[in-house]
């Protein structure tokens, strides 16, 4: 069956949609052009990941919000459950969350590289890309096995196609099985080999004394872009675990949408932590401004 959407719910999951998808993807694109135009950058395991956890976020901003937004700002219309912008909108969401869980580990295990490895680091550059290849491998794998789900367990009468489009879940059947049981051990492999990286730099000592200022910043960033990315999804995983342990109503349907909100609203915020906390970063997009004022 379908649900309405409260006309206060709309009110507010339209804006905020519109400013991630404005905001965030100008700010990903000025960090992954930074990147891309660098001199040296291309040669750093850290600069690496960062651009792979920009491209996550820009597919979250880029991509997948404007197909939530089509659908939220016109809900009667079901406007994305025609074949092919459901499974679009499934792929990339499961691609770009997905994505980020295997780059948080990688951030760390770096960090960790330079205050206690810093001679023999264990992530190499060549590593580095290994890695990265293989997560990418994973997580498109993933994200296919889902939209496979989605087209095999189709019920019109409990569980529309739309809400599969949207990541609803409003029963227990091998869709919702399979989203949160991968979510949830991707989620639980890439807290805990960050947090015993992470736990190793502290039982070093005090960051500032061990690494210069610049990588200090970006440990601490590490850090915080990891947390901010888990404490904005958590919202709508509680949603998603009420609505399939709980009863579904109306109201949690109604509480997925507004949920959504902090979770792409970190891909939006990302990439002004690398900028506000990275020196580099920093200066590409001060950069930007005067180069557009000078235009001006």
Excluded at 16 to 30: D, E, Q
Excluded at 146 to 152: A, T
Excluded at 233 to 242: E, G, I, M, N
Aim: proline share 4%; glycine share 4%; aromatic share 14%.
């Amino acid at each position: 069956m379908y649900y309405e959407q409260y006309p206060v719910v709309t009110w507010f999951v339209v804006p905020s949609y519109l400013f991630v998808i404005v905001v965030g993807t100008f700010g990903n694109l000025v960090v992954l052009h930074a990147y891309v135009t660098g001199e040296r950058v291309w040669e750093r395991p850290y600069n690496l990941i960062l651009s792979h956890g920009v491209v996550a976020d820009l597919i979250i901003c880029a991509f997948f919000t404007p197909l939530l937004l089509l659908y939220r700002s016109n809900a009667p219309a079901h406007v994305i459950e025609s074949t092919p912008l459901c499974e679009m909108a499934v792929f990339s969401s499961m691609l770009a969350v997905s994505l980020q869980y295997v780059i948080f580990p990688l951030f760390a295990v770096n960090r960790r590289d330079l205050v206690l490895n810093h001679t023999t680091c264990f992530l190499t550059q060549s590593k580095c890309k290994k890695m990265l290849t293989a997560g990418w491998l994973m997580c498109v794998a993933a994200s296919a096995i889902q939209v496979v789900l989605l087209r095999n367990e189709i019920d019109t009468e409990t569980t529309p196609k739309l809400y599969r489009c949207i990541l609803v879940n409003t029963k227990w059947d091998a869709y919702s099985v399979f989203f949160l049981g991968y979510s949830t051990l991707l989620y639980g492999a890439s807290i805990l080999t960050a947090y015993r990286c992470y736990k190793d730099i502290l039982n070093a000592g005090s960051l500032d004394p061990v690494l210069p200022i610049d990588d200090t910043r970006r440990t601490k960033m590490c850090m915080i872009v990891a947390v901010v990315y888990t404490v904005f999804w958590t919202p709508f995983l509680l949603v998603q675990l009420t609505g399939l342990f709980g009863e579904y109503s109306e109201l949690i349907f109604n509480l997925h949408a507004v949920s959504s909100v902090p979770g792409v609203l970190a891909s939006a915020v990302n990439p002004y932590l690398y900028s506000y906390m990275d020196h580099y970063y920093k200066k590409k997009f001060i950069n930007i401004f005067k180069f557009t004022a000078n235009e001006e």
